[in-house]
């Protein structure tokens, strides 16, 4: 199985970064990540302050696959994820959406014991890995890692995790795909914008699709097909992703705008990745039992 190191890691999703690897499409690569800190917290008496901020969200990568063309889909399927012994929470002054109440920042190291993440002695989390920041290279100038965007990116889906498969639109020759920021675990929203940021390893397999194209990524997990997508504000991020599923919909079950769009509100669900990045990120779910295929 062929590796990246944390050490071969980007700040920015850009076309011009020299790979870290190459390989063939049908590969399995495991991925080392820092967590979103870069690992500069370990104690809670550090000061966030003190955090060199230029070092944030590190996306361990890029990973070159041979045959992926501008144009092409890269299915990611993700098949394992091991999280480090011990996560990092915090508060911090105007961030996130209680930002404007927080007066001093507050750092929390938890620990992580078999399937729980230990807020404290009486709060026990379940651990639920999953990937913050997975992206290809952009379309035209390079996106920080920290912004989401069609290209994939800081989407903060939980839904990203193991035993799923994110597909993603290839824009630059290879991909370059790019991933870190995992989390322990993260509700919906993130909204006090950390969720139990951790380092690891994500093992995947990429393959390159031929033919189909999408605008903007897709998961699928063993009961739902996600559209995903970004935007300044959340109700467009809603839209947008609702409209990609009702497209999906009409082409796959034969249905009209307005039956497909009916369908979809019967048994659509409208959901929040995130509300605190530069974009934030919405997705749509919708049943595998009524819709088989995608592509």
């Known amino acids: 199985m062929k590796k990246i190191n944390k050490n071969r890691h980007v700040f920015i999703m850009d076309k011009n970064h020299p790979p870290a690897l190459k390989v063939e499409s049908g590969s399995i690569v495991t991925f080392e990540t820092y967590d979103c800190f870069q690992n500069q917290i370990t104690k809670e008496e550090q000061s966030m302050e003190a955090l060199d901020w230029d070092h944030i969200n590190p996306a361990t990568g890029p990973l070159f696959i041979e045959e992926a063309e501008p144009g092409d889909v890269l299915k990611i399927e993700i098949q394992r994820i091991e999280v480090n012994p011990y996560g990092v929470i915090a508060a911090i002054p105007g961030a996130g959406l209680m ?26 989390l379940p651990l639920e890995p999953m990937i913050g920041v997975i992206g290809v290279a952009p379309k035209g100038e390079g996106v920080p890692c920290g912004t989401p965007g069609a290209h994939g990116g800081n989407m903060d889906n939980k839904k990203i995790k193991e035993g799923t498969t994110l597909f993603l639109p ?113 997705r749509f779910g919708f049943p595998k039992y009524l819709m088989k295929s995608f592509l």
């Open 99 to 124: 930002g404007d109440q927080v007066q001093t920042s507050t750092v929390k190291v938890l620990p992580i014991k078999g399937d729980k993440v230990i807020f404290n002695e009486n709060i026990h």
């Open 170 to 282: 290839v824009y630059q020759k290879g991909a370059l795909l790019s991933m870190g920021d995992l989390h322990g675990a993260m509700g919906d929203g993130e909204v006090m914008v950390s969720g139990v940021e951790v380092g690891g390893e994500v093992s995947v397999k990429v393959q390159v699709l031929k033919g189909p194209s999408i605008s903007n990524p897709i998961l699928e997990d063993q009961e739902y097909y996600y559209t995903i997508a970004s935007h300044k504000e959340l109700l467009e991020a809603v839209k947008i992703a609702a409209a990609d599923m009702q497209k999906l919909v009409m082409r796959e079950l034969d249905l009209s705008f307005n039956e497909a769009g009916m369908l979809l509100s019967a048994a659509g669900n409208a959901e929040v990745c995130q509300v605190v990045d530069p974009l934030v990120t919405a």
